[in-house]
């Protein structure tokens, strides 16, 4: 398609047709739309539009039982199995502390729903409720499992129906991010040092007005310092075989996604790294990750280190911690993997 025609719904259906076995996200970017749009086109075949507020879909959420919750951003997808356990919402920030299922998710993002029925070439049922951002951009997609509840499904469906079924889909350009300035060192160095916990690091960056990057690129080797590219896969690696439990975050703006235990069947193919476990997959592209670095962050517990991944946006694709409890320390081993991994070659550095 070319850059000023933008495609017609059926256009876009066609399009699909003639690549059945290309993903979604794939298809899109073909196209040159949004992967909202593509769902869009399919409104009154294999496409519901419904609400999509984040609030009233986890108020909902865990009478469908047991279903695969994904979260993804540009390099990295996460999914779990699972159920939606211990919700509460909020106006800026809601989560969802369960077992299996660990949210954050921010629901001034969440702006369009679908809900989706599509069979399988072996003529199974796939059902699933997906979200997007205003600009057409998945945050969060929910898909059904054997196990799921079928009734609380339709019933989700029937109750947030929306009486706009239309296949156009418009999206509102994202709004530019914050402008960030140049880095005072002493300064950022003397708040990153005064921290007590984890969560206040967003707000210290937002107070100083430096960008996440920028700031663990300044700060000084004592609290960070950059590891090998490829430190992710053999961080998972080192974990599997030492049996470390860890926590895996992913997110985009609208929802953060989490996995606390241990990861035990770790794949590579071709650009991914893959984790294949019984309730939880990760998709990783190795391919997209500019740098890597090993964080330590100051707590009333003592230092919390976690191993962070950029892609040349400088956007965080991945972040891991070891596993641990408020009030306790971190595990040694945890440590002991980060300190082993292989630092970042000088000149590749520069």
Known sequence: MTEHHRPTPSEIRAYRLENPNMRERDLAAQLGISEAALIAAEVGLTAIRI???ANRLLE????????MVLTRNESAVHEKIGVYENVSTGKHASMVLGENVDLRIFPGVWTHGFAVTKKSEGGEVRRSLQYFDAAGNAVQKIHLRPASNLEAYDAIVADFRLEDQSQAFLAVAATAAEETGPVDVPLLRENWSQMTDTHQFFGMLKKLKIGRQDAVRSVGEDFAWQVDRRSAEIMMRAAAEKVTEIMCFVGNHGAIQIHTGPVENIKAMGPWINVMDPTFHLHLRQDHIAECWVVRKPTKDGHVTSLEAYDAKSEMVIQF???????????AEWREILDALPRADASAAA
């Open 60 to 67: 909902r959420a865990e009478a469908l039982g047991e279903v």
């Open 51 to 53: 609400d999509g507020s």
């Open 321 to 331: 911690f070891g596993k641990r409890k408020e009030g306790s320390g971190e595990l």
